[in-house]
């Protein structure tokens, strides 16, 4: 689902090399959590999937796609099956709970019918039923995050990308979060979640993808977020 092969990425103002002839694949349906010190590398991988950003070197293929190949009237094609999910949620501020859901599907031409089908189905699932007409300052951060992993869900979108999702939550509030996950998971989506939440991690033993200085140094399945050394 997720292929890099010899990946590297230099960002023209760092002399250091963000991802360094990074090799990895990620099987359809797979939960993989990417690990790391801060700076490793992981965030550059999230964007280079998404092609917001080019490698220097090395070939990247995306739900069958060479993305090297993909010309960029094609991008929003590739970006429609991939849902996101951010540290600090990234909702508007100004739409409600449904509106923030959605405007999604709104964006990518989806009739009225389907929308008001497929809003309140996702808003039930993620546990936000009776919250609908909310704007999200009148939520708590958790259940912010809901709205946003429904929306980035709502499309049933093949891989699911996380940028450090609980990063902003306390420990109960983040289970909650990383169940929704796990959920949309056994769907079929593939998920590729960063994080550096250890108790996360060595809860959900799911694959571990371990990064330094944009290597991999490390991949486990069923692992945890360190070795104890
Ligand atoms: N847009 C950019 N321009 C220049 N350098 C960048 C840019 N984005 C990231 N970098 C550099 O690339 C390296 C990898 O950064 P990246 O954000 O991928 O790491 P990360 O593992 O996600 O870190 P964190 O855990 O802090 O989010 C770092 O040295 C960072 O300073």
């Known amino acids: 689902m997720i292929l890099f092969d010899n990946v590297s990425k230099l960002y023209p103002t760092q002399n250091q090399p963000a ?3 990074l090799t990895m694949e990620v099987e359809k349906g797979e939960f993989v959590f990417l690990v790391g010190p801060s700076g490793s590398g992981k965030s550059t991988f999230l964007r280079l999937t998404l092609k917001e950003e080019r490698p220097t070197a090395g070939r990247i293929r995306v739900a069958g796609k060479d993305l090297h190949r993909l010309s960029n009237w ?4 590739l970006r429609r099956r991939i849902g996101t999910v951010f540290q600090d949620f990234r909702l508007l501020p100004n739409k409600t709970v ?4 959605a405007f999604a599907l709104q964006v990518i031409g989806k009739p009225r019918r389907q929308i008001n089908r497929d809003v309140p189905a996702v808003l039930e699932l993620v546990g936000l039923d009776g919250k609908e007409d909310r ?5 708590s951060g958790g259940e912010q995050q809901r709205v946003a992993v429904a929306r980035a869900f709502v499309n049933r979108p093949l891989i699911l990308l996380a940028d450090e999702p609980t990063g902003n939550l306390d420990p109960g509030t983040s289970v909650g979060i990383m169940k929704l996950l796990d959920r949309i998971n056994r769907t079929g989506t593939t998920v590729v979640m960063a994080t550096h939440d250890q108790s996360i991690v060595d809860q959900m033993r799911k694959r571990v993808i371990e990064l330094e200085h944009g290597k991999l140094v490390r991949d486990q399945s069923r692992g945890v977020y360190g070795y104890t050394r």
């Open 19 to 21: 991802l360094d002839s």
């Open 98 to 101: 449904f509106e923030n859901v």
């Open 74 to 77: 094609k991008v929003p094609h």
């Open 135 to 139: 704007l999200p300052d009148q939520l």
